[in-house]
């Protein structure tokens, strides 16, 4: 390993993301035989990675979010059975692509500001982050694109982690997207530019709530998966509206057509209850219910659904009688801000 390595320390970060619409069109196969469009946000809440040298001559990963420590010696790397499955195959990957396939002595960091299963891409967004810091650390760039697609294939070729392809690429690029996904891995993002008062008229009137619940998304992504290769009609149909649903929104939010835009959140999570069973459940529904009885004007669980976080729309006028009643409920709620990075 480089002397000069043994000096740096270094740092990286990359944005969780709420799902507006689309979501479950990026999974394939749907994407690749009929094509799948998102429009998602990157908010302020975090994944993090720090790398620097390990003067024992081993690898450690420390998962603190987890209170996990994954440590073992260079000679022992290759047959050591990895609890951290993400950060070795990220690892493993950056040292043969960028270090001539040498081992190095490192001690790996990371910690996200939200649980896996919560619907914001915590994991994909973990492996961005992580990406990014290697990166700096062997001072090699890479494009917006080829990053999000070594992430891509990382956590769901490599790892075999179920899921869909929006995730890494708005923790790399950032910011309010519209992104395209068709066969052949062909994506396309694209940033929308849109007025300040708009953003500010969407941080106002959207509320976010954690069920308390993390889930596995895992289930309900195998379902759609299946209903797709089964060629199930009510399935491939709600699948198509959900992608439709990211046109209108996008459109909504160009045109600054707030009530398009509410009618759309609806339109879009009755879809999306039709292309899963496992995507609500009592506790969403009693927690959806709630929210409407008290002022919001729509809402749907963001990511792939059965828990996690959940998001409302209401007028700033309602806002915090809608956030006391939530509260109520037992679980977390908060204010959603856009980030660009």
């Known amino acids: 390993m480089i002397d000069n390595y043994k000096k740096k320390i270094v740092r990286a970060r990359a944005p969780l993301r709420l799902g507006f619409a689309g979501g479950g069109s990026d999974v394939p196969p749907y994407c690749d035989i009929y094509g799948g469009a998102v429009l998602n946000s990157t908010i302020d809440r975090y994944a993090y990675a720090t790398i620097s040298y390990n ?11 987890k209170n996990i420590i994954d440590s073992c010696s260079i000679a022992t790397f ?13 690892y493993n990957y950056v040292v043969k692509k960028f270090n001539n396939s040498e081992l ?72 309010m997207n519209f992104i395209e996904f068709n066969k052949n891995f062909e994506c396309l993002v694209t940033p929308l530019r849109i007025k300040e008062e708009v953003f500010n008229e969407l941080e106002a009137s959207i509320v976010l709530y954690f069920t308390g619940t993390s889930r596995d998304s895992a289930k309900i992504i ?20 959900i992608k439709k649903e990211a046109y209108d929104m996008k459109n909504a939010i160009l045109m600054n057509d707030f009530s398009a835009f509410v009618d759309s959140i609806k339109h879009g999570w009755e879809n999306k209850k039709k292309s899963s069973k496992a995507v609500s459940n009592n506790l969403i529904d009693k927690v959806y219910n709630h929210a409407i009885e008290n002022k919001a004007l729509a809402g749907k669980v963001s990511g792939a659904g059965g828990g996690g976080f959940m998001w409302f ?20 709620v908060s204010n959603c801000h856009f980030v660009q990075r």
């Open 313 to 332: 729309y209401v007028s700033p006028l309602n806002r915090i009688q809608l956030m006391n009643s939530l509260a109520s409920l037992g679980g977390i």
């Open 104 to 175: 190095c002595a490192i001690k790996l960091s990371t910690f996200c500001d939200a649980p896996p299963g919560s619907g914001l891409g915590s994991s994909s967004t973990l492996v961005v982050a992580i990406l990014k810091a290697f990166l700096k650390f062997f001072d090699v760039e890479l494009s917006d694109y080829d990053l999000a697609k070594t992430a891509y294939e990382i956590e769901r070729i490599k790892c075999k982690l179920n899921g869909g392809r929006q995730d890494q690429f708005a923790a790399t690029f950032g910011g």
């Open 222 to 241: 195998n379902d759609q998966s299946l209903n797709v290769k089964n060629k199930n009609e009510i399935s491939i149909d709600s699948m198509h509206a």
């Open 55 to 65: 003067d024992k001559d081993a690898v450690e990963f420390h998962a603190q979010d």
């Open 78 to 90: 290759n047959e050591y059975n990895h609890s951290l499955v993400l950060h070795r195959e990220i």
